[in-house]
């Protein structure tokens, strides 16, 4: 008998004490370290695991199972299922390919389920080693109450003792393959050493802007800014592992006549890389957003706000595409930082990348492809208006001339002119002569030579992804919407002023969000 030393209660078996303590934990009750109280023992224990595992190795004379206990089998020392064990994981036996196939595939998808969990950002990283630890606890007691309907239902043929016996030895062998499968997901740390040591991790790599003197609290201290960048390489040498994912990105969408995406545009037909039949080459497009990440009524809120840098694989089915899984992190900065070095300090790792990329490429062994030589080019460069321009070395500016990447509009000929024909294109040759010549902080809008220039087959002239929502919502429509209102009001004088402010305060009053954004009356 075993006895619990939180209720009180007496425990026959093991199994049992182990769904028993299990509970206490989940009703927050458990308080650790455990300690055993056995006769002449002081041992204590961090895990139920651990615990259980004493009692079986040193206290299984007290276990009033009719059937032999199981001595434990040693440990596998083949760490590629769970990854390195450290003092409190001890993996469970494996007995046969059988049993390690379906470990494998367990762990498998608990890493699977905590990857999940650790890309919600809407879950705490604090609340996933509680749900490892359920999920444990569940796979216990069911394997458990297994065992034992299957040694009563072996017990009620009518075998032998002996019998009886070898069952439930083996039956307890197997068993304990499944103990506690998710044990090296256990803690953050654990999760964080696993996810790590995969070999299809991407680790991002820190760095160096520059460094500068900060005084606080009378000490001057040197810090380093400093920025994280994701590999490109690495990146899709993980994701071509896939044979899925190969398949999708080689699969030919394209259809004689119709434009369905950029693949079927001029840009792409004509591309000297995407377009050579011989290479296997893949199209990406870059990203840019600010990102806010703390409480804007706070003081200091834009002080930690970050700049992120996004790709996405334009060889994908947009629809593939529109999932956030497919979208995958280059860069990560802190605005502050962005301003003080700009763009170029920034993209230039990414920029050195992409020239190895487009020009020698990455060889590897993939699934559908082979051995090949994989080449990426850029294709397209996008992010909202006053961004991109930055990006691209053109005036941050919307109130000026020559504001636009792709012609040289100014502010009257957009209020007079509405065709293409009617601009002038912006060019490689003209942008260069530009970027030569010395007028002041800019010429024709162009500030400085874009750093992306230097990647092969891209220029900064030859980029149209624009951000047409804010063009729409920002631009067209406030003006359209203004032409209307002055229509109703002042030509058909359908409606008042006065009305319109009525109405206007009238659905603010009932909508309680984002208020400090009211319209003026």
């Known amino acids: 008998m075993f006895g619990c030393y939180i209720c009180g209660c007496q425990l026959s078996n093991i199994a049992i004490v182990r769904s028993h303590l299990q509970n206490h934990f989940i009703l927050g009750e458990l308080s650790f370290p455990i300690k055993c109280k056995q006769p002449h023992c002081k041992s204590s224990f961090r895990t139920i695991f651990n615990f259980v595992r004493h009692l079986r190795s040193f206290h299984h004379n007290n276990d009033e199972t009719p059937y032999e206990s199981v001595t434990e089998l040693p440990c596998s020392s083949d760490s590629s299922v769970v990854g390195e064990c450290d003092d409190d994981v001890i993996l469970p036996p494996i007995h046969g390919d059988r049993q390690r196939q379906c470990l494998r595939q367990l762990q498998l998808e608990g890493a699977a389920l905590v990857a999940a969990l650790r890309a919600n950002s809407s879950i705490p990283y604090s609340v996933i080693p509680n749900i490892v630890t359920s999920v444990n606890s569940m796979l216990d007691m069911t394997v458990d109450s297994c065992v034992g309907e299957m040694l009563s239902l072996v017990e009620k043929a009518g075998v032998s003792r002996d019998t009886l016996s070898s069952v439930s030895a083996s039956l307890k062998q197997h068993s304990d393959t499944l103990s506690q499968p998710l044990s090296f997901l256990a803690s953050r740390y654990k999760q964080d050493s696993y996810f790590e040591a995969h070999p299809m991790a991407v680790t991002p790599q820190t760095v ?274 203004s032409c209307v209102l002055f229509y109703l009001c002042r030509e058909h004088r359908s409606v008042s002023l006065l009305d319109i402010s009525k109405r206007v305060d009238r659905f603010w009053g009932v909508i309680n969000v984002d208020k400090c954004n009211k319209l003026p009356s």
């Open 208 to 481: 160096t802007l520059g460094l500068r003197l900060e005084t606080s609290e009378g000490i001057t201290r040197t810090v380093y800014d400093t920025y994280q960048y994701v590999s490109i390489e690495a990146t899709l040498r993980s994701l071509l592992m896939n044979r899925d994912y190969v398949n999708l990105l080689i699969d030919d969408r394209c259809k004689p006549g119709l434009i369905s995406d950029c693949r079927d545009g001029f840009l792409y037909k004509h591309h000297p890389l995407l377009n050579d039949a011989s290479k296997c080459s893949i199209a990406i497009e870059l990203y840019y957003d600010g990102m806010g990440t703390t409480n804007p009524l706070r003081g200091q809120s834009a002080m930690y706000n970050v700049g992120v840098f996004y790709f996405v694989i334009k060889n994908l089915p947009n629809i593939v595409n529109s999932c956030f899984s497919n979208v995958h992190l280059v860069a990560m900065c802190y605005c502050p930082d962005l301003k003080m070095y700009g763009f170029d300090a920034i993209l230039s790792r990414f920029v050195s990348e992409m020239i190895q990329l487009s020009t020698v490429g990455f060889d590897g062994t993939f699934p559908v492809l082979g051995t090949r030589t994989v080449y990426v080019s850029l294709l397209q460069v996008a992010g909202d208006n006053l961004a991109l321009n930055g990006m691209l070395g053109f005036i941050e500016s919307f109130s000026v001339d020559y504001f636009c990447t792709i012609c040289y509009c100014t502010q009257e000929d957009i209020q007079h002119k509405f065709h293409e024909n009617e601009f002038e294109l912006r060019s490689v040759g003209k942008y260069n002569a530009d970027v030569d010549q010395k007028c002041g902080l800019s010429c024709r809008g162009v500030k400085r030579k874009c750093v992306l220039n230097d990647i092969p087959h891209f220029h900064a002239t030859n980029n149209f992804s624009l951000d047409i929502m804010h063009t729409i919502l920002e631009g067209i429509v406030p003006v359209e919407l």
